[in-house]
Every structure is written in C-alpha cells, then in structure tokens.
C-alpha cells in the first residue's frame, strides 16, 4: 500500500462521494475529477504570480544597479576614471579620489584571506580525514558555523574592546624591533589594517571552512585508499594526494571566501580607522570603500559628493560580483560528479 | 629478527621516523590550529557574558535610552527590541512571499528556460550583495520619496537581504520533494496550482522554513542597511518616524565614552547573539528533520 | 494543516502588534525629528526629555546625533523637521532651502584641549605649541617647547598620538577657525572647514565628539578636541591654553563665560568667535545653532517648534552650566527670541 497524505479538498470530496452517489463517478470510487473552472482560474492566476514575482527578481536587481549607476552618472562624467587613481576626499574643493579605499579594500581582504583560509584550509581537512570522533567532529563543525552567525557589529564591538588592547603590546615590539620591514613601518595607534584584517579572517573563515569540507568530501574514497594502499603517512596522504585532487574547489573556496571580505562592512567601519592612505604597512589605519559609504554617506554633501559615493559603490559593486561569480563559478567545476563519499 | 641481508621494514609504528615524525608534528600542528579557530568564538562569548552579563535585567527590556547625564546603571534599550522585531517582521513580510514565490517558479514550474536561468543568476548575485549598497538604495527610493527616516524603510532595505537567501532554500527544498508525490497529485486531477499548495509545499515547508529562519537571523543582526533608513530614536516605537534597533545601538554606542552606554551596548550584543544563534540551530533542527 | 494554523498564528500576532502600535500613539502627540551636531547632544537631550514631561508628552522631539554635516544635510534634504549645526551654516547652503531658513543659536560651549597621560593634570600649552602639535610639528610629549610650558612636570617619551574628526564637524570647525587665526601655519598648510586634511603625522580618527572622547581614553598619549562637556563627564584631563592676553586659562564656566561675554550677535544670528579678548577668557568658545524653516509644513508644527525654543532659552539655560555648556547672554537671549517668531 502506498501511503500519501490525502490532499484536505480531496478528503471532503470522498466523504461527499461516500455520502451521495451523484457526482458522475463510476461506483463512487473514482476520486480523479476534472478541475472545475473556478480552480482553473485560480490555477492560472496562481501560476502568473509566480511568474511575476520571478521576473521581479530580475527586475529588482536590474533597479538597484540603474538606480546607484544613476545616481552616479554625475560623478562620471566629472571625476572620470581618473577617480579610481587619485587619493584624496576633499569636499571643500569637491576632490574625491578612491584609490585609497580600493587599496585598502583589496589589501584587508588579502590579509584576511591567507590567515583565514590557512586556519579554514586547515580545519576542514581535520574535520574530514578522520582525526575525530563522529560527535566530536559535528561539534566542532556546529562551532564553526556559529562563528559566521555572530552579526558584524558584534565583532566590530568585540575587536575594539578585546582584541585592540590585546593586540597593543604586539604591535608596538613589532614595530619597534622590525619596523625597518614595510609591513611594520608604522606604530599602531589603535585601530587599523591588524585587527581589522584579524576580525576579517575570523569572518571568513567558516565560509572558507564549509566549502573546503565539501570538496574534501567530493574526493572520491578510492583516491585515498589508494594512497594509503601505498604506505603514505596520513599526511603525506593529505598533503601529496588529496590537497591537490581538492585543489580546484578549495581554490573555489579561497575566491568566495575573499569576496565575502570584500563585502564586509561594518567591522571593518568600526575598526579600519577611516584614514585616506595607501600604505603597505599592516600597523597603519585605512580604509575601505564599503566602511568610506557606512561613515560619509549620512553627511555627503548634496550634488558631486554624494554621487562620487555612489560612483563609488559602483566600484564595489562590479569588485565583489567579478570575484562572486568567478568563485561560483569554480566551485560549481570541480565539485561536479563528486557527491559520492 | 634473522639477518638475511635484505632489510625488512619494521613493520610496527615507529613515532620517530622521519616521514611518520613529520605527519604528527603536522597533526599537532592542525589540532593547534582548530583550538586557535575556537578561541575567538569563545573570547567574544566570554566577553559578552562577562560585560553583557553585567548589565543584564528586565529593567533592559521596557525602559529607554539613558541620557548623557544619567548615572550608571540607568536605562535600557527596550524600544531597540520592539524596534528590531517590527522591521524584521515588515522585511519578512515582504521577502517569504516574494521568495517562496518565485522558488515555485524556479523549481517547478519552469526550471530549465531562459527566465530561470536569469533569475537564479540574479538571486546568487544578490547573496552577495554588499549590505551597505541595500542600505543606500533603500535611503534612495523610499526615504528620499517619503521625505522622512521610518521604520519602513529599514525593513525595505532589510528585505532586500532576506529575499535571495529564502528564495534559493526554498528552490532547494522544493526540488528535493519525491516525484512520486508530484505524480500522484496530478493523477489525482490537482491543478498545479493545487498541487503545488496542497501537497508540495506542506512537504517541503521545513527546508523553506530553515531558509527563513536564517534570513531572519542574518537581518536581524545588520546594521549597515539600517544606518541611513532607519536612523536611531530614544523614543518607543512609531513605523513612520526614525526608529531604534539593536544593531545601529550597538554601532552608535560602541564609540561611546561613557561608561553606561558602553555596557549597554555590551548587554545589547548578548542578547542579539543569543538570539541568532537560537534562530540558527533552531533552523538546524527544523533542517534535520528533513533527513530522516 | 500545519501552515492553515501557522497562518493564523501569524496573522494573529499581526493583529495585536498593530493594535499595540495603535495603542502607543493614544492622543497623537506633535511629533519632532531633528538631527545634527554631537556637541551640544548630552544638553538637547536632557532638554527634550524635560520639555516632554512639561508638555504631557504632548509635543515629542527626537534630537538624533549625527554630527553638523549630516545635521545641514538632512535638514537641506527636508527629512526632518529642523537641523543643529555649530558651524551654522553657509550661504550657499541657506540658499539651497526655498522655505527660508532661520539659525537660532541655542546654547554655547568651550572647545577643549584633552590628552590621555596618566597622572599628568593641566598640562600647560603656550600659544605656539598646540597649533604646532595638531599640525604635526611637534611629535613627542617631551618635546622641549612642551616641557619649558610645564616646569617641574615629568613628560614621558612617548610618540603624540593626534585625534581628530572623521565626520563633518562642526566643533572642527570653530577649532581649526580659532588655529587659523593664531598661527599664520596653521591656515596655510590645514585651514578652516567642517572636515580639513589635517597634516600630522599620527592621527587618530574619530566619529563625532563621542568618537574622539572615547579614542582619547583608549590611545596612550593621545591629544584631541572635543567639547568641554564630553572632557568632564567623562573625566578627561584638559590642557590649560594660552590666551590672546597671555594668561593661561583652564577651562570652565567663568572662562567660558568670559570668552563669551563680548560677542556681538549680527542680524543673521551668525557670530564665530575665533580669538577672544579678556584676561580670563578662554580662548576657544562657539555658539552652535538649530536650524529652523521660516515656513513649516503645518501652523502646529510651526507652533510647537517655537514653543520648543522658548523652554530651550528659559529653562534650559538653567542647567547648561552644571551640564558644561555656556549660559546664553542675556542680550542674546532677547535677540534669539524675537528672531524665533520668523518659525511659521
């Protein structure tokens, strides 16, 4: 006997069957009937709702990039593409330059990226080679995850209380004893590159983490067992065989993880320091394109400001779609035909 | 054992070989590593159950901002959560409908034509969608357009964040109803409309569910959206005026020198974090129910 | 079945929600939306909420601190019902309001010097010192101009680590107007603006005049401006100045007073006082105005913002002092007052 749920119209249609033989049906067993033109009606309009709202979808995204490219069409014509190279935000003179904010964007998330996707790199390959028990695996899994539920303004609350006191003393014997190292070059004063990078890392790693795992599992098990079949240590295994069978979606993995960096906002708005530089050195303050709209948008000045703004988050835009798509893209390559474990 | 002049591998574990050395060096390295990804999980739960903890009381759930004068341990953030439930609800008012609504098209109706591929591209392009670009588009056509700061508009521009993320897990729990529950709606007579609200859906209600849960969860702890839409307010609720939530508190009062408002914002965060994370595995529960 | 009672639930919850909001808004109270400058925030605060009590919550404000440029730009833009700024406003700025705009100036206060150097109270700075500090002339607490101004005092040997204004500010404006004016440098190379390229070496930023408070208090050896209430709520140590007469003032109410004391206040209500005069007088004070439409959307809305202005310049004048802001003048009092009656 095949069990279904019996659909609620359905059952008050048997019982009026069962009750009175008078629907047209053979013997009142039959229960399929044709639909009656009200439920046809209802079907279609249903069915274009559905529709509509799909199309809106395409719609929406299409108005949120008109409206923002609009917006800075001004800016355009204006600042050029030389916008994208001049460092400076002068709304006395109406001097806007963005340069700082891409660098600062593009350097933030590549820090970020290689402590992140090391320790994501990392934990995925201890959850899935078996250096676990089952519960203990799921634990640390559940704990992970939960590092990506934490909001953005938590982080950017706990970096400034916890982690930039924490990270002074640090900072300073850096720079004091290896500041002839570009990287050091500048004292730390509080906030800037260092912690908001560290924050950064934390943010992404769970999403570097949850992709490395499945591609890890994608690998199908006689790949390992033949490795092992061959005498390797665990880690020769790991480091000689599966890295490099994973590699295209672990790569995938980097890619998204850095676009979610890209994208971040509000830790780095509360962390970055807002200053217009461009500088290599992980001690100095910067800033970013999405924390330079979180901070200057609410007072942009009508008319070149705030449509340098939105030229802006054009710039954006098009940066983290480029790097999202290219990551989905990837991903989606090499983790084809790998679902068996 | 004997000497036979062919060397025969001890066939035992030998920790300190070279090769067999070098994997456990490597294992401690990556047990190091896992414990190190763990700490800043646990210091910013430590630190919100230390300082958060400090502040906590019911007095934080029905009274108002404290004024720069007021002395410490006064006034709560009582609107911020009334402030936060309503534009998490208008967003999500907005965004189920809409995205299970088009993950019915998407999955059933039409999945392989040319508007599904566009769409499904369209919706995977917003999830990444910087949350700040929602925030100024919403600042665009409706604060500008209602001439005002309101509630509204942060749920608008929280919707936008929402919509992608239920639209794509539903796609995904509709696709994964059995066919053969499909079949026997139709040979029942079922309109698709029908079948679709009468047998599908309900079947696949915990995966959409789960997809809302979190889109809940995610828009609840935004702040950038809500930076320019919804402004900030000392005053209890009012949809049409600029309206408080948890999240801007948190940002606004971070940056604070006085100490009240400091451990304010600390006891804010512990609340918002214990709220996301229930939502969370609350999903994950409802999500595991799938499974089986 | 599950999702019919769902629904219900739902629509339910819907339903009590609404009636509650309802509820919330029982004899429709006049409601208010200002926003603007964060130096005079703590006061109109306090103001407000006093004002709702004395009018049982009849008339309502909401005063969001955003800073002086978010406060010209919303009120430019219409989104709320009046602005404050201290650094007023420009003309070009007035021009671009078609309803006129009316600047009243409701309170004043000193702009203050504070560091962060434990155990280092009053810190002297001459005249020639604090605009070569903030203009990156000078690096180190140590520094030999700092150490002749505070004979006997042990300056450590650290880096000067600069706050300043991320945002738009109006108290960047009256200080960097005052720098300007005594130090040639200083209006050459930085001058004066709501947001300016500031020249030193290791700055700090920090949003609003809580922003730089709280950056003061978390950075070793940092030096920032701020208003002078901020510096005492929260226990800032504040630098004595160098006044246009060459007495050191340490701030306060009768130095603020003092500084005050001889502004003349013109037809349009704007006066920067960049350099006072005066023994005692504290040589950094600004007035910081609201800024009103001459013509309102209702005559009730018109109505409740003068009755507004009249609590702010009566009783609230009475706790400015202890708040740390400057009580308005008389004469001003009188004039800002017959000037509110253009709020229509």
Known sequence: MIKMKVPCFLFRRLKKMADNESLGNIGGRTLSKPPTPGDIFFDKSFRFLTRAFTWATIFLLAFIVYKIGGEALPAFSDLGINFLFTSAWDSSEDLYGLLPQIWGTLYSSFLALILGGFFGITIAIFITQDFLPYQIEITLKNIIELLAAIPSVVYGLWGIYVLVPLIRPFANFLHEYLGWIPFFSTRLSGLGLLPAALVLSIMILPTVAAISQDAFKAIPQKTKEAAFGMGTTRWEAILLVLLPTASGGIFGALVLGFGRALGETMALAMLIGSMSTVTLSVLSPADTIAALLANTFPEAARGLETAALMYAACVLLLITLLVNIAGAVIVAKTTQGGDKR | MSQTGLEHPKLERQPMEPRALKSIILSGITIVCAITACIPLFSVLIMLFYRGGKRLTFQLFYTLPPGAFDSAGVGGFGNAILGTAFMVGIAGLISVPFGILAAIYLAELDPYSKISEIARFCAKTMTGLPSIIAGVFAYAIVVLVMGHYSAWAGGIALSLLMIPTVMLTAEEAIKMVPNPMREAAYGMGCTPAQSLIKVILPVAMPGIITGVVLAVARAAGETAPLLFTALFSESWLSPNDPTASLAVLIYNWSSSPYENLIELAWAASLILVVLVFILNILSRTIGGKIKR | ?344
């Open chain 3, 1 to 344: 079945m599950k999702l019919k009672s769902l629904l219900n639930v739902a629509l339910s919850a819907a339903v009590a929600a609404s009636f509650m909001i309802a509820g919330s808004a029982t004899a429709a109270p006049i409601k208010i939306t200002g926003a603007g400058a964060s130096f005079p925030a703590p006061i109109y605060s306090e103001w407000f909420k006093d004002f709702a009590k004395k009018t049982n919550g009849e008339i309502k404000v909401d005063y969001q601190s955003i800073g002086s440029g978010g406060g010209i730009k919303n009120f430019i833009g219409h989104t709320v019902d009046f602005g404050a700024s201290d650094a007023a406003m420009k003309q070009s700025e007035i021009d671009e309001v078609p309803e006129g705009v009316q600047l009243l100036p409701m309170t004043a206060g000193a702009i203050v010097i504070a560091y962060n150097l434990p155990g280092i109270d009053g810190l002297k700075l001459p005249r020639n010192v604090y605009p070569e500090i903030f203009l990156g002339k000078i690096t180190k607490w140590n520094d030999a101009k700092i150490v002749a101004a505070n004979p006997g005092v042990k300056l450590p040997d650290t880096p000067i680590t600069v706050v300043v204004r991320s945002d738009k500010s109006g108290t960047t404006f009256g200080f960097t107007g005052h720098l300007s004016a005594i130090s040639s440098d200083f209006k050459s190379a930085v001058g004066q603006g709501t947001m300016v390229q500031w020249s030193a070496g290791n700055m700090v930023k920090g949003k609003k005049n809580d922003g730089v408070s709280s950056a003061i208090r978390q950075t070793p050896g940092a030096i920032g401006y701020t208003e002078y209430g901020f510096a005492k709520l929260n226990k800032l140590p504040t630098a004595c100045l160098e006044n246009k007469a060459g007495k050191f003032v340490c701030p306060g109410p009768e130095g603020g007073a003092a500084g005050l004391a001889n502004a003349v206040l013109p037809e349009n209500m704007i006066v920067f006082i960049d350099d006072p005069e005066g023994d005692t007088s504290y040589p950094i004070v600004t007035f910081t105005w609201m800024m009103f439409y001459k013509k309102n959307k209702s005559a009730e809305l018109a109505e409740a913002l003068r009755n507004m202005v009249e609590y702010c310049l009566d009783e609230g004048q009475k706790i400015a002092d202890k708040a740390g802001y400057i009580p308005l003048p008389e004469s001003v009092v009188e004039k800002v007052k017959a000037a509110s009656k253009n709020i229509q």
